[in-house]
C-alpha cells in the first residue's frame, strides 16, 4: 500500500516514510456485524464479557488496535464511533 501511494503522489513530494502516520482500512459499506438479541429464546446475555469473539477481537496487538461495528456486536454507525474512540484511547496508554 505504502509503494503504491508513492508512486502515485511522488510527484508531488509525497513521501510514506515521513507522510504516513497510520493506515486506516474502512469496510462499513460491506460490513454486517452480529447484535446479541435479548428476546432470543436461548441466548443470555452477558454484558461485555471476556468470553464473546467480539471482547477477544478487540484487545489491543501491540500498536494495532481494532475499532468498528463487530468489535462492538452491535451494526449501529454509534457503536462503530464508540469502538473508535476507545481503540485510539487504548493506543494513548503506554503498553509494556
Known sequence: MR???ASLLADGGFDPAKDIVGITVNR???G???DR???AL???LY???ERYPHMQARKPFGRISVANADSAANA???S???QAYRAVNELAVPHT
Open 3 to 5: 509503494e503504491q501511494l
Open 76 to 78: 449501529m454507525l454509534e
Open 42 to 44: 436461548f441466548e443470555r
Open 32 to 34: 454486517y456485524a452480529y
Open 28 to 30: 462499513w459499506a460491506h
Open 80 to 82: 462503530a464511533v464508540e
Open 37 to 39: 438479541c435479548p428476546h
Open 47 to 49: 454484558d461485555d464479557e
